[in-house]
């Protein structure tokens, strides 16, 4: 699997969109990118995934670079319970489909 | 909203002693895993399951651990003689059929005395 590259900590105020990025220099053209999230220790939560196309659901919007070495994760208008780490995990679609979790970036949304 | 279901919410259990974590996937799921996190690190992968059989594991699933599917519902992680290491929150979480989506239950929290 491609790594992954994102800032270990962000700030977002609440109700303003919140941005977090992620590198993936090496990502190959069989795979995706999935964001899911962790909030305070609970089991994680899938937000969304895309292969090259921008993508966006009813959580969030994703943002893959033409050259997909890089994509962003907006949460359009960010709420308190947004506060969790976002991990951003590339990898290709197989039948296993086993997630290999990074750091993440710790969002914190302050009011 | 269906979910996935996991027993007990804490464990505590002496060093050298058999586990066993449950996990009830969402009902029409086939795909299942189970994960774990060691207090302030990274979700890890530790093994899929599919098709009553593992499909992917991890280095940190040896001998020690066995999964098993033993009914239409449940899922199960055994750690046959624990270590203190093994203390962490294990996450089980499943797939269904051509989606892109693992459901994670809440975990269970393993204490090793």
């Known amino acids: 699997d491609a790594k992954t590259t994102q800032p270990p900590s962000m700030d977002c105020a609440e109700g303003r969109a919140a941005n977090l990025p992620c590198n993936h220099s090496t990502i190959s053209g069989n795979e995706y990118v999935y964001w899911y999230r962790q909030i305070h220790s609970q089991g994680p939560q899938y937000i969304i995934h895309g292969l090259k196309n921008n993508e966006t659901n009813e959580m969030a919007s994703l943002i893959i670079t033409e050259d997909r070495k890089s994509s962003t994760l907006i949460l359009p208008h960010a709420t308190l319970r947004d506060t969790a780490v976002y991990y951003c995990?590339?990898?290709?679609?197989?039948?296993?489909?086993?997630?290999?979790f990074g750091k993440g970036t710790s969002l914190l949304v302050t009011p | 909203e269906p979910e996935v279901t996991q027993t007990p919410s804490h464990q505590v259990t002496q060093m050298g002693q058999e586990v066993i974590l449950r996990c009830v996937p969402i009902s029409n799921h086939l795909y299942f895993y189970w994960y774990r996190q060691i207090l302030g690190q990274k979700v890890e992968f530790l093994v899929s399951?599919?098709?009553?059989?593992?499909?992917?594991k991890s280095e940190i699933f040896d001998d020690q651990f066995s999964v098993e599917r033993p009914d239409g519902s449940n899922f199960t992680l055994k750690i046959r003689s624990t270590k203190l290491e093994d203390s962490a929150m294990y996450f089980c979480?499943?797939?269904?059929?051509?989606?892109?989506?693992?459901?994670f239950g809440p975990g269970t929290r393993l204490t090793v005395t």
């Open positions: 979480a499943s797939r269904g059929q051509g989606s892109w989506e693992q459901y």
């Open positions: 995990i590339v990898r290709i679609w197989n039948s296993g489909y086993a997630l290999n």
């Open positions: 399951f599919y098709n009553n059989e593992i499909s992917e």
